[in-house]
């Protein structure tokens, strides 16, 4: 459990495990040994050095450096669904399980800093002008003292559970994509109770509830000042049907691409709206806008539409082959 800042679910261990998604060594997780990664020509000690992230676990009196490099040499080692504390027994001189705890924990390493040179690096690898996808997923806890822990839908398991669940964003080019941010979202029950908050050492000015939309919007913002080359925005149901999300998107000035629900009412000109006049003089002055030149329509029926054009345009290029 982290207890440094609520930023910070899962042990901060997403963070530096994600160094190595941008790279082809997290498609052999599991299939090296520690005698086979340190022969490696890009073993993790010389791709941390390369890519710049020494200085980020070395401070004026300590340097933490070595824990990183035996953390992601550890975790190319583990199976899937092992736990943190083998990673010292696959790696040899790499410290105890308490060492592996401290670090990640405790240790006076930046997790922002961290993922921000990542963000930096997986568009250098994967190349400018992505897509930015949102979208969320969290762990399944059995306990409920983890930050953000509650009673709350998982969608990777597709029911409800106690859980801790993130709102992350992912950097998409073509086919491959790899995680840039995350927010870990705080229910309002532990809004609600300061005392678990604060046992949990969530900063006072965190303990505050987002809705998912927001913090997807919140990170959007961290891009948009750190000049992120990304093309567009892409998510699913849960943020396309937020009128605020779609709100926020307009007003940053950002192209997207989001799902919505069929039965979505849309109008296929701009409509002209006015506020009636009132009939008579008894009731209220009408306030709700009225629509004057056309009605809405479902979205599905538009694209029924387009799947009509799509069959009829085929039928006549085939009629032209014959």
Not at 39 to 44: G, Q, V
Not at 238 to 266: A, E, P, W
Request: aromatic content about 12%; overall charge neutral; charged content about 20%.
């Amino acid at each position: 459990m982290v207890k440094s800042d609520c930023h910070e679910p899962f042990d901060r261990n997403i963070y530096i495990s994600n160094i190595f998604r941008c790279v082809d060594f997290y498609s052999i997780r599991g299939s090296l040994t520690a005698k086979e990664i340190e022969s490696c020509a890009a073993n993790p000690k010389s791709f941390l050095e390369r890519c710049g992230y020494a200085p980020l676990f070395t401070n004026k009196t300590k340097s933490v450096f070595h824990h990183a490099v035996s953390y992601i040499s550890g975790f190319l080692t583990l199976l899937c669904g092992s736990y943190m504390s083998r990673i010292f027994e696959n790696i040899p001189e790499s410290g105890t399980s308490r060492d592996f705890s401290h670090f990640i924990s405790s240790s006076p390493w930046s997790p922002e800093k961290v993922m921000k040179l990542t963000r930096t690096n997986i568009i250098h690898h994967l190349e400018p002008n992505g897509a930015v996808i949102f979208d969320e997923t969290g762990q399944q806890k059995y306990g409920s003292d983890s930050v953000g822990t509650s009673h709350q839908y998982l969608g990777t398991l597709g029911h409800t559970c106690t859980a801790q669940v993130v709102v992350f964003a992912s950097y998409c080019v073509d086919n491959v994509s790899n995680l840039i941010d995350y927010r870990l979202f705080l229910p309002e029950s532990w809004v609600h109770n300061h005392f678990k908050s604060l046992k949990a050492e969530i900063p006072l000015d965190r303990i505050e509830h987002k809705t998912k939309s927001e913090l997807a919007l919140e990170m959007l913002n961290s891009f948009i000042s750190e000049k992120i080359p990304f093309s567009y925005v892409q998510t699913d149901g849960l943020y396309g049907n937020d009128s605020n999300f779609i709100s926020g998107l307009y007003q940053r000035k950002v192209s997207f691409i989001c799902d919505i629900l069929s039965d979505t009412l849309v109008y296929i000109t701009e409509p002209i709206q006015i506020i009636p006049e009132r009939q008579g003089n008894r009731g209220r002055f009408p306030s709700k806008p009225k629509v004057l030149n056309n009605f809405p329509i479902q979205v599905r029926w538009l694209a029924e539409i387009q799947q009509s054009w799509v069959r009829y345009l085929s039928d006549l290029q085939i009629e032209k082959n014959n």
